[in-house]
């Protein structure tokens, strides 16, 4: 693969699925770069503490829903008040194991996300991504 994701987070409170979904990016060659928290709170800080820092702040970040803490929607509406610009310059996606409808349409209410995909992560919704980056950031590759 010769286009790649400058970085990419996993915010998913199961450090297995965080592992798996790893070992998926780093064997489809999508991004050599990947940072993942198994508690929600600790992947807001790290957004907080580097937002000013654009090369390490991820181009895209798969959040769960179902977690301890503090849920994915919560997550969201947190990340809103903290970077609100994060979502103009990375795409954000559920990434959860629900494919109950109700997620499916609240997902829809949040304007900052990109998509939804039902776990596990899959090589076949990376299409989607580098789609979407193509269309929001034309160039992000070179």
């Given at each position: 693969?010769?286009?790649k ?9 199961d ?8 070992k998926i990016?780093e064997?489809g ?18 957004l ?11 181009c895209?970040?798969?959040?769960d ?11 969201l509406?947190e990340?809103k ?12 996606y559920?990434?959860t ?8 349409e ?9 998509g ?18 193509d ?8």
């Amino acid at each position: 693969m010769s286009r790649k994701l400058r970085n990419v987070m996993l915010v998913d409170d199961d450090p297995a699925l965080n592992w798996i979904s790893t070992k998926i990016i780093e064997l489809g060659g999508y991004s050599d770069s990947i940072i993942d928290f198994t508690n929600p709170l600790d992947g807001l800080e790290y957004l907080k503490n580097n937002s000013e820092e654009g090369n390490i702040l991820p181009c895209v970040l798969f959040l769960d829903i179902n977690m301890p803490y503090m849920n994915g929607w919560d997550f969201l509406t947190e990340l809103k008040i903290i970077s609100p610009e994060l979502p103009k310059t990375t795409l954000i996606y559920i990434l959860t194991s629900s494919d109950f409808n109700e997620d499916v349409e609240k997902s829809k209410s949040f304007t900052e996300l990109s998509g939804y995909f039902v776990k596990p992560l899959a090589p076949e919704y990376f299409e989607k991504v580098f789609s979407e980056l193509d269309a929001k950031q034309p160039g992000w590759d070179k």
